[in-house]
């Protein structure tokens, strides 16, 4: 906005003084965008680019395409704008009673001041949500409503890391959540992921559980700059990893409880895709997928891989959820599942850090789930429509790929595509390749072809301790158009990967 | 829930060594309900009390009465579950272009991941609204969204306030602001009111203007524990100071921001009542209250006080807004307006604690305000109306206090009645009374005759350094249900004085 002639400017750095060192020193780091540092001289971005790169789900597949408001003439306008009164002096009601209806909420309750954990209604929800589908293994656990997962790991942070304290994590990872602990002053210290070539020729990934092991027990020795200091947690995300999309099994889920009973760490579980397991690859048709048609039950029993939750009889986990990728993440809506004692901690912080999630969104998907979808099984039957279309969509991405010749002379390898919304591809480049560089020139013939991904090493806790391996591609198929543009950004990587092979990966 | 057979009960302790310091040494205060702590022995509570003591609206001052919801039967049902692709590769939209409509946001966007700051459309609106009412007087202002006032106030606090640094705050005020202080660290120091009697023989408040001066010139005489630790910041209520009532003359306003200039603190303008300053008290009738109908430019003009922000030269100034109270509190949004360099660091600080806003929330706001109101001046005429309910509501609780004998024996003198939800009541003890006692006594009258109110001294920072002034109660006209019970609650109040004086101020 252009000054007027009654506003000033006003000096340089006075306004520094008044803030705060806290927040002076904050620093905010992201996965961030392309930059152009290093292009190639002759490097020019396509015109039209295709972005595999967008973590976010395209908004088709938010339930919501039509809300229909009717709003009031005048406050109360059935009563003093129009001079009647009630005549009856009603009695307080000091405590909301249940419903009837399992989570009825109306309009007047989700906008008035709430509880921070969530309305009485949303919390039933949530308790017979996760009653359904991972009861944990003891008695004394608690749901709180967050805005969201990245809120929620904000509150699971707060309530455990004191300054100094380790937070072990994937060597790569969703990296803003390393923001949340050096926030509270905590250390991130990276773990290892295992890629294998696998008895196909594929790739398989998974949690490296004898790194884990070895490291833990020999502490000292291994990071001997932290001596003496244990990790206090380990942060993860179980079910197609971000952003390596590889999905624990269950044995390593077991392993990895046993070992944070052993060595006294909390598991923060972060599984945002957790209801996303998809089936395998195959050609995309409508039939095939169909084939793929699963009841609520056996999705639940079969389908689904155990939260760590189930393995918890000591209240060491913290399950952090949200309802951004299985409705939509602008509702900013989730929730904590953890020790009734350690969501006693976070609802203090709530009161005074955050207050409650909105109303609004709870009024939404409550009634949503409860009078469109006709209750959980309801909805987690719209999820099994999500989870196809997720599959078609992965199906679409991933034939572009596997039918192309980059992938035939094996330039590229398929790490995962086995569930949420991103596939990891290995970029196969000769040993002894410096993987950072040469993954960095192969962005700009990606961009070139018009196609953006998300480079391994910019989801590195540690670039140079996962320099190995960082030699991988995250692509999402969430975020796209069509089929057509996913068949297209397809073509497009596998077309760029064949003409930097070709060209001794020069660009 | 009843333990099932595979869930087991978690030995005491063992969690607690889990928790961090921070989160374990937290506390968190409220302005409690009624506690039954020292009750006479007599004591017996009304069966059906009218709450005077609530802060909430009545649910007939939120204009939304009913959604309705259009939800898809599949995720792309226009796409691949009809087995019809999108010829056309489309180019991405890296940022959202300017719409030709005002305000609008279509629920794709608000459903998606969005700005910290608010939704491009949502600042958008915010910078509108702030222009049209109180411009800053200075050039590089920014707004930033919030979930709420009071999750604004906790970022203004992180924003501003350092370990050890001194906030000064009026000595009654809405409490839980404190711990938000505290969570960071911060010291509060009480300031004065002024309560006088004014020529008519009422009673009339005002911030201590001179106190405040004094304090804050001579501050390591006054407060020798904080030498050489001058305040950093000033929180203040304006307009209706909760829980007093008092509004701020611009004269007030304009001294205290020289103060700020002088003595280089920021004021925290916290203003959830400011649009709803009220037409004097009149005996209630329909008739009466469309005598005080404004337009929106008198209204702008003649009936808002002035905000800091219209003082503010230097940036100083940080001014928290809500839609709680001009809209509905369960939506949990709000808004900040300072200087950009204050709002850079609170984005950062978004960005890692908080996240953004809900869409849901967003969406419904702006929808309302463009769709049904048409806009700005649209949606003042609703708060308009809103403004005249409230003076309504006001003059029928007054009406029956004013025309009881209590009143007229002058046992209760109104301090405050003309703007916001609250009326603040002197009670007259005779001098020499120990106001905190006998308040607490005469609490439990009012309880037997059925009817809560907030107690002075409950909303006191230093309970001692108010004592001399702790002696009144503070009644809202905001969450009752009809005139009847509003009638009938001030009736009982009044009764419930008169008894008590009659008594000689026992039970």
């Known amino acids: 906005m252009a000054p007027t002639s009654t506003t000033t400017a006003i000096p340089n750095n006075s306004i520094e003084s008044l803030i705060s060192s806290r927040a002076s020193n904050r620093s905010f780091k992201h996965f961030a965008a392309n930059t152009s540092d290093g292009a190639p001289k002759n490097f020019k971005p396509h015109p039209k680019p295709l972005a595999l790169s967008f973590g976010r789900p395209n908004a088709q597949f938010f339930p919501v395409k039509k809300i229909t408001v009717q709003v009031d003439e005048f406050p109360f306008q059935d009563s003093i704008f129009k001079n009647e009164e009630i005549d009856e002096v009603k009695e307080i009601v000091i405590e909301r009673l249940p419903e009837e209806d399992e989570y009825s909420l109306g309009a007047s309750e989700a906008f008035q001041y709430g ?100 490291l833990l027990e020999n502490w000292d020795e291994v990071r001997p700059e932290h001596k003496g200091n244990k990790p206090k947690a380990f942060y993860t995300i179980p079910t197609s990893q971000n952003p390596t999309g590889f999905t624990q099994t269950p044995e390593t889920r077991r392993r990895i409880y046993e070992l944070a009973s052993i060595h006294n760490f909390v598991i923060i579980e972060d599984d945002p895709y957790g209801y996303l397991t998809l089936p395998s690859f195959a050609e995309p048709s409508l039939e095939n997928l169909k084939d793929h048609d699963l009841t609520v039950d056996d999705y639940i029993n079969h389908s689904l891989l155990p939260s760590y939750l189930k393995y918890d009889t000591e209240g060491r986990v913290v399950r952090v959820e949200t309802f951004s990728k299985v409705f939509a993440p602008g509702l900013r809506l989730g929730f904590l599942v953890g020790h009734k004692k350690i969501i006693d901690v976070i609802t203090k912080y709530s009161s005074i850090v955050t207050r409650s999630p909105s109303g609004a969104a709870q009024l939404l998907l409550l009634n949503i789930i409860e009078q469109k979808y006709g209750g959980i099984d309801g909805w987690l039957a719209w999820i099994l429509k999500m989870r196809l279309a997720y599959a078609h969509r992965r199906n679409v991405l991933i034939s572009s790929i596997v039918n192309s010749e980059a992938y035939e002379k094996e330039y590229i390898k398929i790490i995962s595509c086995d569930a949420g919304m991103f596939a990891s591809l290995l970029v196969n480049f000769p040993e002894g390749t410096d993987n950072i560089s040469k993954l960095t020139l192969l962005n700009y013939k990606l961009l070139q072809h018009g196609v953006a991904v998300v480079l391994g090493y910019k989801m590195a806790i540690d670039e140079k301790f996962s320099e190995a391996s960082s030699n991988f591609l995250r692509l999402s198929y969430a975020c796209l158009d069509s089929d057509v543009e996913l068949r297209e950004a397809g073509t497009r990587l596998a077309a760029a990967v064949k003409e930097f092979f070709e060209n001794g990966l020069e660009y």
Do not use: C, M
């Open 115 to 214: 509880d921070v954990k969530g309305l009485p209604a949303f919390q039933k929800f949530l308790r017979s949500f996760v009653e359904r589908i991972h009861t944990p293994a003891y008695e004394d656990w608690a749901v709180h409503a967050s805005n969201g997962a990245g809120e929620g790991l904000n509150k699971v942070v707060d309530a455990l890391i004191d300054p100094g304290d380790i937070v072990l994590i994937e060597e790569f990872t969703f990296s803003p959540f390393g923001n949340n602990v050096r926030n509270v002053g905590g250390v991130i210290v990276p773990t290892k992921i295992k890629f294998e070539k696998n008895i196909k020729g594929d790739i398989s990934a998974d949690v490296d559980v004898d790194y884990l092991a070895n």
